[in-house]
Structures are given as C-alpha cells and as structure tokens.
C-alpha cells in the first residue's frame, strides 16, 4: 500500500531491516517491560548542556519512546529502502550516519533560537528516536522519486504514488508539541548532505573497511530472500481482463527472470547489458518464439516510441539515457515497471 517503486519485501535492503527491528523491538521492551529504565533514553539537550550528558545525544537518538512515533517511523523506513537498493547499503549508511550527526547541530541551533526569540524552553522536551535522519530521507525521496498520478480528484488535486508517503510524515510531524525541531533539522541536514555542501559526504561517511566488517557480521543476519512474485494476479470482472492481467503478469516475470540470468554474464565480462535482447518487446512475445538468440535485430519490429519525460524522470534518478530507453521500450512505456527494473538490479 505504501510501497512508491521498488519490489516489495527487504530484498537488498540488511541496513533497513536493522534498522527496523532493532530500535522497534528495543522500544517495545521499554515500553512494556522496563519502564523504569526509560529515563536513560530520553532526548534531553538541557541534561546534555549543564551537566554534560553528551552520552544523551546518542542514547536519546536512537530509541523512540513514543510507540505512535516508533510505527510511523517503521513505515517510513520500510518505503525508504529503495534507496538502500540504489545507493548500496555502504552509501544509504552514510548518508543516515551524516544526517544524524548534522541534525544533532541543528537541533542546538533551534533549541537556542526558539529560546532567544519566543521564550520557549524546548530543549528538555524534544522526542526522543532515530527521527531526524528519517525526515531526512524526505530529501531524496523529493528529489529522485518519480512522481506518478494514480487518481484526479477536485480538478487540480490529485493522488500521487508518493501522497501517503506524504501524509505519513505529516503524522509524524504533527504527532508532538517540539517534533517540528527535530524534523526541520532533519529536513535541514538532509538538504546539506544531499547536495553535497561543503563535501560533508566526504567527511561524514562509512569508512570501507567498517561497511566490511558489518558485511560480513551482520549482513547474513539481516539478509532477505529475493521476493518470489513482484506482482499480485489481478482480479478483472471479466475472464477476458483476468487473463490479460495474468498474462501481463508472467510478462513482468519472464523479464526479472531474464534480467537475472544476464546478470553472472554482464559481472563477467563487463560493459553494458544488451536490453534488446533481454527484453524483447512486450507484445511479440505472445506470438514468437524468443529462445533463437541468433535472430537479428533488422528482423525485428521497429522501436516503440518512449516519452521524453519518461526518459528525463528516469534520468533524475541518476539512470543513463541509454537505460532508460531500453527500459520504457521493453516496459511497454510503463514508468513503474522500468523503474523497477533499473532500481532493483
């Protein structure tokens, strides 16, 4: 439901499983089993300014106390895996760890200015959890994420692939009386790190030989199975739909087949991966016979038109051209299906 591209499940994606399970199962046994030890884990910058707690700034960054917080924070974890997909899980740890520190600089800067201007002392009741990088994430995902209509309603408004992802975060936003500091250091964080100002991707980053070690540790741990279908058979009202969607179906699963059977070769001996092999179009595949891979291209129907904003929405998201072609051709012309493919693999 809330998924915006991307195949469903934790495929490729050990950090964001991590992270969400560790902190969610850790915030439900304070909860429910140690309410007394809460104390230790709650977001106090006032503690950390006049006694010098500075072991808060991790403590209370890391664990929500709120389980309302916790559950929305898990969904958006869940639907920002797809860049743990396309950045590598090294890159995503990164860019969570440099947030993370930036928002906790940003976060003393508003806390001064709420008290410098408005009288407001907010820094011993900010939310405590690993919030600020998961408003961070909002920056990407605005920036890279396509954004898809799926329904028109009171004339210029409309729902968009990436509506309840919005309307998730606004539950977040507004589910605290300070929340909006953390978020706007988040949001602010998330901005400087993404476009990459003053080279803090160089300095706040996951050194390699750390990203190795936690492979190799906690990677088999958090590791999930490819998905086994991407795509649930659909459900017409007639047998004549229900067999065209079936059929479309086991299109989009011969072409994931087909994709990962290239994939050893492409490893192997390098350079691009030759799509129009690999995804024949989608409406002569019904009626030939694709298993003779000696028929030459010239014998082939000539290239499906691709939209140019298809192609540009693709190239956003930091595809080559080349790629994005092949893949809207292959796709039939269906954004979602091509953004899958090339995010994905």
Same mark, same amino acid.
């Given at each position: 439901m809330f998924t915006s591209t991307g195949s469903?499940?934790?495929?490729?994606?050990?950090?964001?499983?991590?992270?969400?399970?560790?902190?969610?199962?850790?915030?439900?046994?304070?909860?429910l089993l140690l309410p007394h030890?809460?104390?230790?884990f709650v977001y106090d910058l006032q503690a950390v300014k006049d006694d010098f707690q500075i072991w808060r700034l991790i403590c209370g960054r890391i664990i929500c106390l709120d389980l309302k917080d916790t559950f929305c924070s898990s969904l958006l974890?869940?639907?920002?895996?797809?860049?743990?997909?396309?950045?590598?899980?090294?890159?995503?740890?990164?860019?969570l760890l440099g947030s993370w520190v930036l928002?906790?600089?940003?976060?003393?800067?508003?806390?001064?200015?709420?008290?410098y201007f408005f009288g407001i002392a907010a820094a011993g009741n900010l939310p405590s959890g690993f919030l600020a990088?998961?408003?961070?994430?909002?920056?990407p995902f605005y920036c890279s994420i396509p954004r898809i209509?799926? !329904?028109?309603?009171?004339?210029?408004?409309?729902?968009?692939?990436?509506?309840?992802?919005?309307?998730?975060?606004?539950?977040?936003?507004?589910?605290?009386?300070?929340?909006?500091?953390?978020?706007?250091?988040?949001?602010?964080s998330g901005i400087c790190y993404n476009s990459q100002v003053f080279r803090?991707?160089?300095?706040?980053?996951?050194?390699?030989?750390?990203?190795?070690?936690?492979?190799?540790?906690?990677?088999?741990?958090?590791?999930?199975?490819?998905?086994?279908?991407? !795509?649930?058979?659909?459900?017409?009202?007639?047998?004549?739909?229900?067999?065209?969607q079936r059929m479309e179906l086991l299109d989009r699963q011969l072409m994931l087949s087909q994709f990962a059977q290239v994939r050893q070769q492409r490893q192997q001996q390098g350079g691009m991966i030759n799509w129009n092999r690999l995804f024949p179009p989608l409406r002569q595949r019904r009626n030939i016979n694709y298993q003779d891979g000696r028929r030459s291209e010239q014998q082939a129907s000539p290239p499906l038109e691709v939209s140019e904003e298809q192609v540009a929405r693709?190239?956003?998201?930091?595809?080559?051209?080349?790629?994005?072609?092949?893949?809207?051709?292959?796709?039939?012309?269906?954004?979602?299906?091509?953004?899958?493919?090339?995010?994905?693999?």
């Open positions: 469903s499940g934790l495929y490729k994606a050990p950090l964001s499983k991590g992270l969400l399970l560790v902190p969610s199962a850790l915030s439900l046994l304070l909860a030890c809460q104390r230790f974890i869940y639907n920002f895996r797809i860049f743990e997909r396309r950045y590598g899980s090294r890159k995503f740890a990164s860019f928002s906790a600089l940003a976060d003393f800067v508003l806390v001064e200015a709420v008290w990088p998961v408003f961070a994430l909002f920056v209509q799926v !329904a028109q309603i009171l004339g210029p408004l409309s729902i968009t692939n990436k509506t309840l992802i919005y309307i998730l975060g606004l539950q977040l936003f507004t589910s605290g009386s300070y929340i909006w500091i953390v978020a706007i250091s988040g949001l602010a803090l991707h160089q300095v706040l980053c996951i050194p390699k030989w750390v990203a190795q070690f936690f492979s190799w540790t906690l990677e088999p741990i958090f590791s999930s199975a490819e998905p086994a279908t991407e !795509a649930r058979i659909g459900m017409g009202a007639t047998v004549d739909i229900q067999r065209q693709l190239m956003e998201m930091g595809f080559s051209r080349g790629d994005a072609l092949e893949a809207l051709r292959a796709s039939n012309n269906d954004l979602n299906v091509a953004t899958n493919f090339l995010l994905q693999h």
